[in-house]
């Protein structure tokens, strides 16, 4: 029989309140990413189906902890108090549910993570970040399966992890378990923090803009907190009075990846913010060694931030109409040949010197382009 729990305590309407707002959250975050995208006609990618199916875990795992107030006693009153007022089968739903939940914590929180690294990959196309991002990938597919194991295999029959009446069962310390797998999961929140940071720093923009760019990125800084709470909460839960002790862990549980998943979404808005035009390509580019014409190399250092496409600044430097010219000359034993095009008589004095400087230097091509800088948004 089924039995559904009066909504009486402040333990209750906290789960549920914290449940249900997240829920809300999350999901619209999700959709508001999407819509920056159609917005600004760019393709999901797959960071966008991760984050959508991580979204999708961290609902389910809110509709359990709903499920766990209203039909298993979570916050509602000490194991003992339930079972013997409403008999043992709540407590053994509860501990059914708990089972599920932590798999949903554990696929949605890596989810979100991978989205992100894809994201990096797709950014940052670095060595250095490319390496860390496959990496902490391969950590994270490793932390997910090894926790979904140790949920699977911690009480020997699985059905002991709610019966704990079967002869011969036994269990493994859960709490440990939790503490262990919850380490592993800040390790690899710390990465993904902090993977940007040096290559955001480098951005060559307006330091106001950088800041804002560095604070989006390091949002994530907050579900590191909320893990490092999880952790100290988790240490402390006793499995004896479950439907007690568990409030504030399910809180957190749940609170963890709904807030990942939201702080994931948020660098993605920035068409939202109303510009006329937005191009979301501003990438790193690795090192390049380029020639000039003297014969001499320069070269980008690896990880240097190029502005590509970036028109969201007040100053927007444009080329002024078609006053452009090139000029090729190509010299040999026998005989010199030079093409010459411009578009107005007043490049004609400039353009001889560029010839000139060519057929010096045996084979040479010179390009002249002015620019007007102008203030407003493009």
């Known amino acids: 029989m089924v039995v559904t729990f009066p909504i009486e305590t402040p333990a209750q309407r906290q789960v549920l309140g914290v449940a249900i707002a997240f829920s809300i959250l ?78 949903l914590w554990v696929l949605s929180l890596s989810c979100t993570k991978i989205s992100i690294l894809f994201l990096y990959l797709s950014i940052f196309p670095v060595t250095w970040v490319v390496r860390i991002s496959w990496t902490t990938m391969g950590v994270i597919v490793a932390w997910t399966v090894g926790t979904i194991l140790a949920g699977c295999l911690i009480c020997r029959p699985f059905a002991y992890n709610w019966d704990q009446t079967i002869p011969g069962g036994s269990c493994g310390n859960q709490v440990t378990s939790f503490t262990v797998t919850g380490v592993i999961n800040l390790l690899t929140d710390v990465v993904v923090l902090v993977t940007p940071m040096p290559l955001l720093y480098s951005l060559q923009m307006a330091t106001y803009k950088k800041v804002t760019f560095i604070t989006i990125f390091g949002l994530g800084a907050v579900t590191c907190i909320i893990s490092i709470l999880r952790i100290s909460i988790l240490s402390t839960m006793d499995f004896a009075d479950i439907s007690y002790s568990i409030p504030l862990a399910n809180i957190f549980s749940g609170l963890e990846p709904c807030l990942a998943v939201i702080l994931a979404s948020v660098p993605m808005m920035r068409p939202l913010l109303g510009r006329s035009t937005y191009t979301p390509e501003v990438t790193v580019r690795p090192s390049k060694k380029s020639s000039s014409p003297s014969g001499r190399s320069r070269s980008t250092g690896d990880g240097e931030f190029q502005p590509l496409q970036d028109n969201s600044s007040q100053l927007c430097l444009q080329p002024v109409g078609p006053k452009h010219k090139v000029g090729v000359a190509v010299q040999n034993p026998t005989q010199t040949r030079e093409l010459r095009r411009g578009s107005e008589d007043s490049l004609e004095a400039g353009q001889s010197r560029d010839m000139d400087q060519a057929q010096k230097g045996g084979l040479g091509i010179s390009v002249k382009q002015e620019w007007a800088v102008s203030h407003g948004r493009k």
């Open 26 to 103: 999350s999901v619209v975050a999700v959709c508001l990413r999407l819509l920056a995208h159609h917005l600004a006609n760019k393709r999901w990618i797959i960071s966008d189906y991760f984050i959508i199916a991580a979204v999708i875990f961290a609902v389910g795992l809110q509709s359990i902890s709903i499920t766990g107030v209203i039909q298993a006693g979570i916050g509602y009153d000490h194991v003992k108090t339930i079972a013997a007022k409403y008999g043992p089968g709540p407590i053994a739903k509860l501990l059914q549910l708990i089972v599920p939940l932590q798999f």
